[in-house]
Protein backbone atom coordinates (compact mmCIF):
# COMPACT_ATOMS: atom_id res chain seq x y z
CA UNK A 1 0.00 0.00 0.00
CA UNK A 2 2.15 2.45 1.51
CA UNK A 3 5.77 2.64 1.42
CA UNK A 4 8.41 5.24 3.08
CA UNK A 5 12.09 4.91 1.60
CA UNK A 6 15.08 6.72 4.14
CA UNK A 7 18.17 7.82 2.58
CA UNK A 8 20.87 10.40 3.34
CA UNK A 9 22.28 8.28 6.59
CA UNK A 10 26.19 7.64 6.89
CA UNK A 11 29.64 8.52 9.42
CA UNK A 12 30.40 11.74 9.94
CA UNK A 13 32.56 13.04 12.26
CA UNK A 14 31.47 15.34 15.28
CA UNK A 15 30.37 18.99 14.10
CA UNK A 16 29.76 17.57 10.60
CA UNK A 17 26.18 17.85 8.92
CA UNK A 18 23.82 15.20 7.46
CA UNK A 19 21.02 15.71 5.18
CA UNK A 20 18.61 12.59 5.22
CA UNK A 21 15.64 12.10 3.18
CA UNK A 22 12.54 10.13 3.57
CA UNK A 23 10.17 9.67 0.00
CA UNK A 24 6.36 8.28 0.55
CA UNK A 25 5.27 6.31 -2.59
CA UNK A 26 2.14 3.48 -2.91
CA UNK A 27 -1.85 4.60 -2.51
CA UNK A 28 -1.69 7.38 -0.91
CA UNK A 29 -4.80 9.84 -0.60
CA UNK A 30 -2.95 12.52 2.14
CA UNK A 31 -0.27 12.99 4.27
CA UNK A 32 -0.53 14.80 7.30
CA UNK A 33 1.97 14.68 9.40
CA UNK A 34 5.77 13.70 8.67
CA UNK A 35 8.50 12.93 11.27
CA UNK A 36 11.73 11.43 12.06
CA UNK A 37 12.78 8.83 15.25
CA UNK A 38 15.65 7.77 15.90
CA UNK A 39 16.54 4.70 17.89
CA UNK A 40 20.23 4.01 19.65
CA UNK A 41 21.13 0.27 20.87
CA UNK A 42 19.33 -0.54 24.03
CA UNK A 43 16.88 2.50 23.87
CA UNK A 44 13.73 3.53 22.75
CA UNK A 45 12.71 4.82 19.54
CA UNK A 46 12.34 8.69 20.50
CA UNK A 47 10.68 11.50 18.60
CA UNK A 48 13.31 13.75 16.95
CA UNK A 49 11.36 16.39 14.99
CA UNK A 50 8.07 16.50 13.54
CA UNK A 51 6.13 18.46 10.72
CA UNK A 52 2.99 18.97 9.98
CA UNK A 53 0.99 19.07 6.41
CA UNK A 54 0.71 22.41 7.25
CA UNK A 55 4.23 23.82 8.20
CA UNK A 56 4.32 23.49 11.61
CA UNK A 57 7.27 21.54 13.26
CA UNK A 58 7.93 20.13 16.77
CA UNK A 59 11.62 19.20 17.92
CA UNK A 60 13.16 17.16 20.54
CA UNK A 61 14.81 19.23 22.86
CA UNK A 62 18.40 17.86 22.58
CA UNK A 63 18.42 18.73 18.51
CA UNK A 64 16.30 21.97 18.40
CA UNK A 65 18.92 24.68 17.37
CA UNK A 66 20.86 22.04 15.21
CA UNK A 67 18.30 20.09 12.87
CA UNK A 68 16.07 21.15 10.81
CA UNK A 69 12.97 19.27 9.26
CA UNK A 70 11.10 20.14 6.00
CA UNK A 71 8.89 18.72 3.32
CA UNK A 72 7.60 18.85 -0.09
CA UNK A 73 4.33 18.02 -0.19
CA UNK A 74 4.50 18.12 -4.03
CA UNK A 75 7.24 15.08 -3.82
CA UNK A 76 5.55 12.94 -0.50
CA UNK A 77 9.15 13.60 0.84
CA UNK A 78 10.64 14.71 3.86
CA UNK A 79 13.60 16.05 4.86
CA UNK A 80 15.97 16.30 8.23
CA UNK A 81 18.95 18.85 7.68
CA UNK A 82 21.28 17.65 10.99
CA UNK A 83 24.02 20.12 11.69
CA UNK A 84 26.83 20.23 14.70
CA UNK A 85 26.16 16.49 14.89
CA UNK A 86 27.29 15.15 18.26
CA UNK A 87 28.32 11.09 19.18
CA UNK A 88 24.82 10.59 20.67
CA UNK A 89 23.17 11.81 18.18
CA UNK A 90 24.30 8.06 16.75
CA UNK A 91 21.27 6.61 15.97
CA UNK A 92 19.13 4.58 13.43
CA UNK A 93 16.65 7.52 12.65
CA UNK A 94 13.45 5.93 10.79
CA UNK A 95 10.96 8.34 8.69
CA UNK A 96 7.51 8.40 9.95
CA UNK A 97 4.64 9.58 8.16
CA UNK A 98 0.89 9.67 9.23
CA UNK A 99 -1.01 8.87 5.63
CA UNK A 100 -4.54 8.10 4.79
CA UNK A 101 -5.06 5.82 1.64
CA UNK A 102 -7.98 4.99 -0.67
CA UNK A 103 -8.31 1.89 1.59
CA UNK A 104 -8.24 3.06 5.42
CA UNK A 105 -8.10 6.21 7.64
CA UNK A 106 -5.38 7.07 8.94
CA UNK A 107 -2.42 5.14 9.68
CA UNK A 108 1.36 5.69 10.98
CA UNK A 109 3.67 3.89 8.35
CA UNK A 110 7.72 3.86 9.07
CA UNK A 111 10.78 3.18 6.91
CA UNK A 112 13.33 0.52 7.54
CA UNK A 113 15.81 3.15 8.89
CA UNK A 114 18.60 5.43 8.00
CA UNK A 115 21.99 4.37 10.48
CA UNK A 116 24.11 7.67 11.31
CA UNK A 117 26.91 7.15 13.17
CA UNK A 118 29.01 10.24 14.20
CA UNK A 119 32.49 9.34 15.45
CA UNK A 120 35.68 10.31 14.63
Known amino acids: QVQLVESGGGLVQPGGSLRLSCAAS????????MGWFRQAPGKERDLVAA???????NYADSVKSRFTISRDNAKNTVYLQMNSLKPEDTAVYYC??????????????WGKGAPVTVSS
Open 96 to 109: NARITTWRSGDMDY
Open 51 to 57: ITAGGDT
Open 26 to 33: GNIFRIST
